[in-house]
């Protein structure tokens, strides 16, 4: 062991240092040195201020994003079909839920009426390309094979509100 004042060799039961006089730590003084704060340096600072802008930046690019009425419709098809309709009915429009309600049907039971359609809900499916009717409006052919083995369409009919395609109908 060593004095930590003036660094003359120390006996472990030593007390206090022959050499300087100071207490050592079997003589109940613990010495901690006090080490100064890490600050960051000036590049820190500005690589800091650069990735939060980047984030910035990239949040709002996203909040400007138009998702596609394709890919509105594929997910609005397969939680349909894989009947998840708390999320397949964050995708209907206001128009869509009065069609449900003035005919008596509900997500569920357009659900059920897809998968029958398709003859399963394993049948493999195709997103089609859209067909813009107006600027707002789209049309999306989900093609399959029937269960007759014949070629099968429906057709998913979105309407734009705002920055979000929304589904209007299904046929």
Known sequence: MKCVKCGAELRDEQ???IQCGMRTAAGGHFHIEEKEAWKPSRNVKCAAA???ALLIIAV????????????????WFDSMISRDYSKAEQY?????????????????????????RLGGF????TIGAPTFTAPDQATVPVTFTSPD????TITVTLAKFG?????????
């Open 15 to 17: 007390k206090v240092c």
């Open 50 to 52: 650069g990735v939060v």
């Open 60 to 75: 709002v690019a996203m909040s400007f994003r138009i998702v596609p009425p394709e890919v509105v419709t594929k997910q």
């Open 92 to 116: 209907h429009s206001q128009q869509f839920m009065d069609y449900m309600q003035q005919n008596m049907r509900d997500t569920r039971a357009i659900s059920d009426e897809l998968i029958d």
């Open 122 to 125: 394993q049948t493999p499916y």
């Open 149 to 152: 083995g014949g070629p099968g």
């Open 163 to 171: 920055r979000k395609w929304l589904v209007t109908s299904e046929a």
